[in-house]
């Protein structure tokens, strides 16, 4: 790997690694100081790299030049400490005199203890994926911006707010009692999958960066299955789904970033192994007697990859909707639970159905709407495509739409 394109991939490899490792021995107070060490640590890399070319072992390079900056920065709070208390003095020497551990145990271990800290219930949902995506998975700055639609000041201010709050709680970065792992476990669930699906939903226009957040909330959950306390079935199956949704990406999309329906997609672009992979991680999810809503939507995940349009195939998909409402309502379950009802029974039944939902803000149930009616009723499929059109967001929901109204 060239010099230019080496750092950039090195920064997205190594820096998480890096400031997990330094956050959990310096904690969420001196947050900053492991964020600056692990920057100022690239920082000297490229400096160093573009005069004398990169050294033979350019990860060892890192981490050894990370260990030494941190074993200053603890020097220089031993030597502060020494005009506070022999309390603190006594501690801080302790902290100076050992050495950071970067060995792969270590750093699995700090990056998991940081996912269940970050993931605190203190923490909001949206302040949970900005840090997840910034300390976990090493996206800069302007990244997150790009993903959310909204500027680098925005962010910084939102993950500023969130370093305070984790202050002020007091925090600690460890590993939750096994007792409690269950129950900090679904906080831990819900941001890898909201930060899967900030990837696969966004609105954004970059498609590379997207599948990157993709690709990024598969290596966290594939983390917790590693880890003999984390591996439960409700992982396996929030891995399993996820593995099913990322297969079909690169045939979601078009040539113009233009989202393909599913009906529409070239399947010979769906990715084989992903898909094989999601089989193997909801088969594990049976392991338990819990049945989650991630196993339900693994479930029909599976179904979506069956590429023939079987009767079959969409009472299957069908009976898994119904279940999961059971479990947990959503209004985007209720509507795709309806378009399965008239892939597996009719339309006319659809229909019926999706009028008891009177979801009269939301652009995709008059799409949905417009969809049962084609074929039964044109003029109505064209009046809930304009309603649609009208609520889209974005330039390229409105084109989806517009394409589908001259189709009538």
């Not at 009719?346 to 009269?360: G, N, V």
């Not at 003029?379 to 394409?403: E, M, N, P, V, W």
Request: include cysteine.
């Amino acid at each position: 790997m060239d010099h230019p394109t080496l750092i950039p991939h090195l920064f997205r490899t190594e820096y998480r690694k890096i400031v997990s490792v330094l956050c959990q021995r310096f904690g969420f107070d001196q947050m900053e100081i492991a964020e600056d060490i692990a920057s100022e640590t690239f920082l000297l890399a490229a400096q160093t790299w573009s005069m004398e070319g990169p050294p033979p072992n350019p990860t060892a390079w890192l981490y050894s030049v990370a260990k030494n900056k941190a074993k200053n920065a603890l020097h220089r709070n031993a030597l502060f400490a020494k005009k506070i208390s022999p309390e603190v003095k006594r501690h801080s020497a302790e902290g100076y005199e050992q050495e950071l551990d970067l060995s792969p145990q270590n750093i699995l271990d700090s990056q998991l203890q940081m996912m269940f800290a970050i993931c605190h219930p203190s923490i909001s949902p949206e302040a949970q994926i900005g840090l997840s995506l910034r300390i976990l998975c090493g996206f800069g700055i302007e990244e997150i911006a790009d993903a959310f639609l909204t500027n680098k000041e925005t962010i910084n201010k939102r993950l500023h707010r969130a370093k305070e709050r984790l202050r002020e709680e007091k925090i600690n970065i460890g590993m939750p009692a096994a007792s409690a792992i269950d129950q900090r476990m679904e906080a831990v669930l819900t941001t890898i999958y909201l930060l899967f699906n900030e990837g696969y939903y966004s609105i954004s226009q970059n498609s590379i960066l997207l599948k990157d957040f993709c690709l990024e909330a598969i290596r966290l959950c594939y983390m917790l299955v590693e880890n003999t306390l984390t591996n439960k079935p409700k992982v396996n199956a929030l891995l399993s789904l996820m593995c099913f949704h990322a297969s079909r990406f690169d045939a979601r999309l078009d040539a113009n970033g233009e989202h393909i329906l599913y009906e529409e997609q070239d399947t010979s672009l769906w990715n084989a192994e992903l898909i094989g992979k999601g089989g193997y991680f909801l088969k594990a999810a049976t392991s338990g007697t819990e049945i989650s809503k991630y196993h339900m939507m693994a479930g029909i995940a599976y179904w979506n990859t069956q590429k023939a349009d079987t009767d079959e195939k969409w009472e299957q998909i069908l009976q898994l909707y119904n279940q999961l409402l059971r479990i947990e309502y959503s209004p985007i379950a209720a509507l795709n639970r309806t378009f399965a009802l008239s892939k597996a029974r009719s339309k006319e039944l659809a229909i019926k159905e999706a009028l008891k939902l009177d979801l009269s803000t939301n652009q995709f149930y008059f799409s949905l709407l417009g969809e049962l009616y084609t074929g039964l009723d044109d003029k109505k499929a064209k009046q809930h495509f304009k309603k649609s059109y009208d609520l889209a967001k974005t330039d390229r929901d409105k084109q989806t739409i517009q394409r589908k109204i001259d189709r009538l």
